[in-house]
T-cell receptor
Framework: ELKVEQNPLFLSMQEGKNYTIYCNYS?????LYWYRQDPGKSLESLFV?????AVKQEGRLMASLDTKARLSTLHITAAVHDLSATYFC???????????FGEGTQLTVNP | KAGVTQTPRYLIKTRGQQVTLSCSPI?????VSWYQQTPGQGLQFLFE???????NKGNFPGRFSGRQFSNSRSEMNVSTLELGDSALYLC????????????FGPGTRLTVL
């Protein structure tokens, strides 16, 4: 059974600082997604990573994938308050034909 | 392009009742997946439907069931509700299945009293 672990689960940071969220998974997968969820809202797709070494960037967020290490990172550059949300990684489970989500990282950016 | 819609948005039921939730996917999407989100268990996969057939099922009791219609709209049903069924139920649509990006609806917040 695929296990997906994110850390940290809670992250409080100051505006202007950089930080990284980590997503580890336990078995081979060929795709990984990052989603954002605002309080009381649904999930919004941010990135899909399909191959080893893939890197995607959008604004202050950059996601990368290392399939050999079974690790994805979501890097936040010069955080702003608008980035406050919960971020989920989701890993495609080939054998189970489904997505398995991490626990989520609740990010709070303080002025 | 209209997004995924779910109805109703909020529901309050009592233990033992049953409930039906509805999901309309993005036009052209044939895959609909359902997830349960709770603070304790996070996001858990319930099942996926494609072209009116259930292709995959998560680890939930038989009280949880679903179906998909020819227009790709989907419903999920929970019978004999338990307190632990209180959750946000999210529907996601995708073009062909789990290998495609899932687009999530706003969810139905179910409270069981």
């Amino acid at each position: 059974e695929l296990k997906v672990e994110q850390n940290p689960l809670f992250l409080s940071m100051q505006e202007g600082k950089n930080y990284t969220i980590y997503c580890n998974y336990s078995t081979t997968s060929d795709r990984l997604y990052w989603y954002r969820q605002d309080p009381g809202k649904s999930l919004e797709s941010l990135f899909v990573l399909l191959s080893n070494g893939a890197v995607k960037q959008e604004g202050r967020l950059m996601a990368s994938l290392d399939t050999k290490a079974r690790l994805s990172t979501l890097h936040i550059t010069a955080a702003v308050h608008d980035l406050s949300a919960t971020y989920f990684c989701a890993v495609g489970e080939t054998s189970g034909s489904r997505l398995t989500f991490g626990e989520g990282t609740q990010l709070t950016v303080n002025p | 392009k209209a997004g995924v819609t779910q109805t109703p948005r909020y529901l309050i039921k009592t233990r033992g009742q049953q409930v039906t939730l509805s999901c309309s996917p993005i036009s052209g999407h044939r895959s609909v997946s359902w997830y349960q989100q709770t603070p304790g268990q996070g996001l858990q996969f319930l099942f996926e439907y494609f072209s009116e057939t259930q292709r995959n099922k998560g680890n939930f009791p038989g009280r949880f069931s679903g179906r998909q219609f020819s227009n790709s709209r989907s419903e999920m049903n929970v019978s004999t509700l338990e307190l632990g069924d209180s959750a946000l139920y999210l529907c996601a649509s995708a073009l062909g299945g789990w290998r495609d990006t899932q687009y999530f609806g706003p969810g139905t917040r179910l409270t069981v009293l």
